[in-house]
Antibody
Framework: QLQLQESGPGLVKPSETLSLTCTVS??????????WGWIRQPPGKGLQWIGS????????YYNPSLRSRVSISVDTSKNQFSLQLRSVTAADTSVYYC???????????WGQGSLVTVSS | QSALTQPPSASGSPGQSVTISCTGT?????????VSWYQHHPGKAPKLMIY???KRPSGVPDRFSGSKSGNTASLTVSGLQADDEADYYC??????????FGGGTKLTVL
């Protein structure tokens, strides 16, 4: 069974860069021929898609509202993919989930989420 | 991109059926047959329950079904069980390689 696990700092200062890594087990990113993505959920609010990357790293797509601050990358040698969100503010405080697409249009597998708080 | 509209809460007794709506626009829900639903027990990984409006992944009970009419998609849970109590989120493709989620519905089994 495919499993995803988010990891990274739980506290980030305003204006700094939020960095999270998703480690995949039970399957290989490089053999997946699918997209891998990040989704977040601010406290008390709904989910928001952040962006997704093709398994090879050749293609990325980002939420237009976050595109100027987001980067997603993949490291197939470590079976990981990563999220960087620059110039964070308190509004970026969220539980961040990593996930694997089923086809392009939905997410088949999710991590349990990682709470990141933006505060000085 | 505005979030899809879901009722904040829904409830039903064991054995009953409950339907959760998800309303968008012609640019998302109404424009594509690409609506999916996720079950989320707090503290656990969300789980895909329905995709492409009506399809169920392997292992999802047929008590869960999806439909769509115009700009509104719906998730129906039949034969409610205690373990169905969770948060449910809809998601739709919104064109231009973008996705939009609903605000979530807390389903309570009475």
């Amino acid at each position: 069974q495919l499993q995803l696990q988010e990891s990274g700092p739980g506290l980030v200062k305003p204006s700094e860069t939020l960095s999270l890594t998703c480690t995949v087990s039970g399957g290989s990113i490089s053999n997946s021929t699918c997209y891998w993505g990040w989704i977040r959920q601010p406290p008390g609010k709904g989910l928001q898609w952040i962006g997704s990357i093709y398994y090879s790293g050749s293609t990325t797509y980002y939420n237009p509202s976050l595109r100027s601050r987001v980067s997603i990358s993949v490291d197939t040698s470590k079976n990981q993919f990563s999220l960087q969100l620059r110039s964070v503010t308190a509004a970026d405080t969220s539980v961040y989930y990593c996930a694997r697409h089923l086809s392009w249009y939905e997410f088949a597998y999710w991590g349990q989420g990682s709470l990141v708080t933006v505060s000085s | 991109q505005s979030a899809l509209t879901q009722p904040p809460s829904a409830s039903g007794s064991p054995g009953q059926s409950v339907t959760i709506s998800c309303t968008g626009t012609s640019s998302d829900v109404g424009g594509y047959k690409r609506v999916s639903w996720y079950q989320h027990h707090p503290g656990k990984a969300p789980k895909l329950m329905i995709y492409e409006v009506t399809k169920r992944p392997s292992g999802v009970p047929d008590r869960f079904s999806g439909s769509k009419s115009g700009n509104t998609a719906s998730l129906t849970v039949s034969g409610l069980q205690a373990d169905d109590e969770a948060d449910y989120y809809c998601m739709s493709y919104a064109g231009s390689n973008n996705f939009v989620f609903g605000g979530g519905t807390k389903l309570t089994v009475l």
